[in-house]
């Protein structure tokens, strides 16, 4: 980590450890905790929900968008196409309610 960089997670050569809960540090966490296997994805979902400073995001692996890049000026290993992963339902949230 560079020197002046706020550290995140306990360091330990094998693990990820986040000791504490921080609100203003929870887009970073879910990120790194983003949970997947070859075909799906999900990111940002805690069993309890958190109201604010969240991005949930559920992902089918396979399915990109490919879009081509142009560049002011542009130099040889440039790329010609990106790719980006498409979200999907939300089939991860589920909420019960009672009398309503």
């Not at 949930?56 to 081509?68: Q, R, T």
């Amino acid at each position: 980590m560079r020197q002046g960089s706020k550290q995140f997670f306990k360091l330990h050569p094998w693990k990820v450890i986040e000791d504490k809960f921080e609100i203003e540090n929870n887009q970073i966490a879910e990120s790194v905790f983003t949970l997947g296997n070859e075909y799906m994805g999900c990111r940002g979902f805690t069993e309890e929900g958190v109201s604010a400073n969240s991005i949930e995001d559920c992902f089918l692996g396979g399915i990109y968008v490919k879009e081509p890049q142009s560049y002011g000026w542009k130099r040889k290993g440039f790329v010609n196409y990106s790719n980006s992963m498409v979200n999907t339902t939300n089939w991860v949230r589920l909420i019960v309610e009672v009398g309503g």
